[in-house]
């Protein structure tokens, strides 16, 4: 009972702290997928045919968890139709894209999640580290969070991997052991009619992003009976590098890139593939 109470209360905070008022977003879309999220819908409405009108013919579909959508011909066609500040979506462009979005903060969701796989929004204007975001009660259900190239794994009450913390206009997936209702907690520092712009926090990568991605934790490698720190790691799928991190602590990630049906990720990893993870010392890969 105390903790369903606590649990009431957190809701309440979330509600009553949350970021109010008119503001704008700024996204900034590269080629190929990209994982977002919307804090902030237009006064207009949030149909995909008017939201995404100003680049639509750049659009090559718009992903979330069971449904798509895609332009073609002129005319919208799937089964997405409507976008709101729960889902995480993926956004795939032919070519660099600018979308503002002006309209008003939505209160943030309470969300009900599944055990296994959720695709969710982050529905702040301030980034937050995931050990504050997450209320105590998903410490328990949590096993890991995946964002757009970057994950973490929460393991003996501690969370490993190159994804820190929760960013504005971002979607994550979360993986789940059972089900839950969930919000996050409320950020230190909260904005109001401001423009958030992720115009300059893309990292460059030497192969395509994919919205098929699996993620492997190292827990240590060692070279010459030798334990070694602040190298590279590559991953090769059918000779193509698909994934590339700096190991350079215990339980680092790297996140591998699959074939995911669109051209960017051509001759990607496929099920069953194997995959070859080497070090990279001097532009020398070890295997």
Partial sequence: MNNKIKILLLILL????ADTGSGENVYYFTP???LVSFNILPEEGAEIVSMFHDIED???????????SYFNEGTWVGSLTNIDNEGGYWILVENISLLPII?????????????GANLISYPYSTSQPIEEALPFYMLDKIIGIIGQNEA?????????????????????WFILSDPVPFQYNVPDVFATSIVNQNLNNEITLDYNQSTKQSIFF??????????????????YCNNT????????EQMS??????????????GYCNENDIISIGINIDDEILN
Avoid at 14 to 17: A, G, P, S
Avoid at 253 to 264: H, K
């Fill in 152 to 172: 973490a794994l929460f393991s003996n009450n501690e969370f490993y991997g190159s994804l820190e913390s929760f960013e504005p206009n971002k979607g994550y």
């Fill in 103 to 115: 309209g008003e903060f939505e209160n943030p969701p309470l969300y009900m999640l599944m055990g």
């Fill in 218 to 235: 190292i827990e240590n490698i060692y070279l010459n009976n030798s334990n070694i720190e602040n190298f590279e790691l590559e991953a």
């Fill in 253 to 266: 990630d790297i996140v591998i890139m699959g074939e995911d049906g669109f051209n960017f990720t051509s």
């Fill in 32 to 34: 190929g997928p990209n």
């Fill in 58 to 68: 750049n659009i090559i579909s718009i992903i979330n968890q069971g449904e798509i």
């Fill in 14 to 17: 979330t509600v009553l702290y």
């Fill in 241 to 248: 590098l698909v994934g590339h991190t700096t190991w350079n």
